[in-house]
């Protein structure tokens, strides 16, 4: 399968807790992008990435939240002290660079409780 | 403040016949528009896009038409079949390969 693939499907978190979820682009894309949805609400942007850079954050991404790509390849996205209103799907996409569509995985849902 | 909007929640359409779903934005800034469609517990998956310089372009069943003076654009899927239900998103973006801007989505119902 050469999709982009992200771990784990599904998450259920106590509030408070950290947590880290993993997204494996496409392999010769070099574009990453972090994106979250809500019940009834299209995916938000996150935040992305060109290789290792992070090349802009929305005002979305609190301070709780950090991303990271350290090798250019694979991407964390981290979320600090859950609060109930994280819970959602996280979806990760990736894109050729200069390329206008991203393709999407398949998502984590986060369900902290 | 809204950038994207898909006014109709919902649409129903017998198999065989047009699909028409529509979306407005409200940024002229935006050069690039694109559908992606979603079906449950899955990731959208992208359909067909359109660069501002175009007012229409073909993929098969799907045809998206852009109207830059009236900030519209719309997705045409001819003939409609079952498979095709799901939830349809119109995204926009600035620049090629930057964020991507979503409207809420419009749920399809082909029915046979």
């Known amino acids: 399968d050469t999709g982009v693939s992200q771990d784990p499907r599904h998450k259920i978190t106590k509030r408070g807790q950290n947590v880290t979820f993993r997204c494996d682009p496409i392999s010769e894309h070099n574009r990453l992008y972090w994106y979250r949805q809500t019940l009834g609400q299209g995916p938000e942007f996150l935040t992305y990435f060109q290789n290792e850079a992070q090349l802009e954050k929305s005002r979305l991404l609190s301070d709780r939240f950090s991303a990271e790509r350290p090798k250019g390849s694979f991407s964390t996205l981290e979320i600090q002290r859950t609060e109930q209103g994280d819970s959602a799907m996280y979806l990760c996409a990736s894109s050729v660079q200069g390329g206008t569509e991203a393709f999407f995985g398949q998502g984590t849902r986060l369900t902290v409780v | 403040d809204q950038q994207v909007k898909q006014n109709s929640p919902s649409l129903s359409v017998q198999e065989g016949r047009i699909s028409i779903l529509n979306c407005d934005y409200t940024n002229s800034m935006f050069d690039y528009f694109l559908w992606y469609k979603k079906y449950p517990a899955e990731g959208p998956t992208f359909l067909i896009s359109?660069?501002?310089?175009?007012d229409k372009n073909e993929d098969g069943r799907f045809t998206v038409f852009l109207n830059k003076s009236a900030k519209h654009l719309s997705l045409h899927i001819v003939p409609s079949q079952p498979g095709d239900s799901a939830v349809y998103f119109c995204?926009?973006?600035?620049?090629?390969?930057?964020?991507?801007?979503f409207g809420k989505g419009t749920t399809l119902s082909v029915s046979s």
């Open positions: 995204a926009a973006s600035r620049l090629a390969g930057t964020a991507l801007i």
């Open positions: 359109i660069s501002s310089i175009k």
